[in-house]
């Protein structure tokens, strides 16, 4: 089960979404080629990823920014840019461009912190957006818990386009990381759980401040939770195939 998109159309261009896109994919593709080779890229992210025991001895803070554009393959990029396209603009459209991109990297330094507190001797390197992305998650559930987002749902052969209301969806996910976050080994490596759930609570506590400035549950009940301007309605492109009906 995961987000396909949402019916929530951003006012205006998301240029900071686009460019923090674009800046991820450039970094991708540009170090794509020692992908294949174990001595580089573990030297590569020696230096650019967390290392939390070397934070913790008050080094490499750079790191927790460098790491926020970094990714350990395709689909780990493909994973997280899915989440910031579809639920990046609107809160860019929210705050405003620079505000946005702000409140993004302090996301996404929250969540390397929390990382880092939570197994300060690890020495397994750690990269990935989700920990600023979880902050975007966590801001677009305080403004807009009802919008509808589209999730697809996978079970062997069977698959589904399904709507529902942002909080279950993004509800759900928060309680998995952090179910994942309770007992998780920082040394073990494997999905940072803690980064996710500290950069999803980071992201709904920095968020706060905008909707009270919108009029807090003046703006819920003017808006009942959904974007406040209309949103699309999706479906699916009718088949040419001809359907025949069982006799």
């Not at 987000?3 to 460019?19: E, L």
Request: aromatic letters at 14%; proline letters at 7%.
């Amino acid at each position: 089960m995961f987000p396909i998109r949402d019916h929530n159309p951003s006012g205006r261009t998301p240029y900071v979404t686009y460019a923090l896109l674009a800046a991820n994919l450039f970094v991708f593709l540009a170090f794509l080629g020692i992908q294949t080779d174990e001595s580089a890229i573990w030297e590569f992210y020696g230096n650019w990823a967390i290392i939390p025991a070397r934070v913790s001895s008050g080094e490499g803070y750079l790191t927790l920014v460098s790491s926020l554009f970094l990714h350990a393959g395709f689909m780990h990029l493909a994973g997280n840019m899915l989440f910031l396209w579809i639920f990046g603009d609107n809160l860019e459209d929210e705050m405003g461009h620079l505000t946005f991109l702000g409140f993004y990297l302090a996301c996404g330094l929250g969540a390397g912190l929390i990382h880092v507190a939570m197994g300060p001797q690890s020495t397994v390197p750690t990269v990935g957006a989700s920990g600023a992305i979880a902050g975007v998650m966590g801001g677009y559930l305080l403004l807009f818990p009802k919008a509808k987002v589209d999730i697809l749902i996978i079970f062997i052969i069977f698959f589904k386009i399904l709507p529902v209301p942002a909080w279950l969806m993004l509800g759900l996910w928060f309680g998995m990381q952090l179910f994942g976050s309770i007992g998780s080994d920082p040394d073990a490596g494997g999905v940072a759980y803690w980064a996710h759930t500290g950069g999803f609570i980071i992201g709904a506590i920095l968020a706060l401040p905008l909707l009270i400035r919108l009029g807090g549950i003046g703006f819920w009940n003017r808006t009942h939770g959904h974007p406040p301007h209309p949103h699309p309605e999706y479906r699916l492109v009718r088949s040419n195939i001809p359907r025949v009906p069982r006799k």
